[in-house]
T-cell receptor, first 113, second 113 residues
Framework: GDSVTQMEGPVTLSEEAFLTINCTYTATGYPSLFWYVQYPGEGLQLLLKATKADDKGSNKGFEATYRKETTSFHLEKGSVQVSDSAVYFCALSASGNTGKLIFGQGTTLQVKP | GAVVSQHPSRVICKSGTSVKIECRSLDFQATTMFWYRQFPKQSLMLMATSNEGSKATYEQGVEKDKFLINHASLTLSTLTVTSAHPEDSSFYIC?????????FGPGTRLTVT
């Protein structure tokens, strides 16, 4: 079945460092891909998405490119801030327009000043 | 953006009792809501899809008689954990679908003693 695999955390970075969180997926068909972020004490929020191969999703300085050939959707940011500290989830939409999402295990990012 | 609330945010109950968790879409009508379960340091696992006015659709391996879902209105879905046991202790998260977008609640921490 469909699945998502993320790099294990926690990831600890200094402010202004470069961030990469790896995400690979297995899916039948052509799913949409998402990154969600969960700040402490809050619900998951959509950070960015891509709906087809070679699409690049971007938001708040974060980027991820839908790579069909490597079945990947790695999250990157050029310069992280303390306020980026959160848990990041990679997800894909199950086939069909059901709205079902399949999540990776989440990666905790801690940014130190 | 759209807001989804959950109540309670935390609940402790004794083994053998039942507990109800509410999920509300505060500023939009949601014909579809989803219930997820999250174990520590693990992914969100979809439990069921809740459709207003019809029976919920449960994922494989989820006991429908144990996790009762009622989507009585376009803004409210409830999850009742019946005859709870310590292994049901978990973080339960709901989401509500508004068109093609999905919004998540902040989650409910259930502890069964």
């Amino acid at each position: 079945g469909d699945s998502v695999t993320q790099m294990e955390g926690p990831v600890t970075l200094s402010e202004e460092a470069f961030l990469t969180i790896n995400c690979t997926y297995t899916a039948t068909g052509y799913p949409s891909l998402f990154w969600y972020v969960q700040y402490p004490g809050e619900g998951l929020q959509l950070l960015l998405k891509a709906t087809k191969a070679d699409d690049k999703g971007s938001n708040k300085g974060f980027e991820a490119t839908y790579r069909k050939e490597t079945t990947s959707f790695h999250l990157e940011k050029g310069s992280v801030q303390v306020s980026d500290s959160a848990v990041y989830f990679c997800a894909l939409s199950a086939s069909g327009n059901t709205g079902k999402l399949i999540f990776g295990q989440g990666t905790t990012l801690q940014v130190k000043p | 953006g759209a807001v989804v609330s959950q109540h309670p945010s935390r609940v402790i109950c004794k083994s053998g009792t039942s507990v109800k968790i509410e999920c509300r879409s505060l500023d939009f009508q949601a014909t579809t809501m989803f219930w997820y379960r999250q174990f520590p340091k693990q992914s969100l696992m979809l439990m069921a899809t809740s459709n207003e006015g019809s029976k919920a659709t449960y994922e494989q391996g989820v006991e429908k008689d144990k996790f009762l879902i009622n989507h009585a209105s376009l803004t409210l879905s409830t999850l009742t954990v019946t005859s709870a046991h310590p292994e049901d202790s978990s973080f339960y998260i709901c989401s509500a679908r508004d068109g093609r977008k999905q919004y998540f609640g902040p989650g409910t921490r259930l502890t069964v003693t």
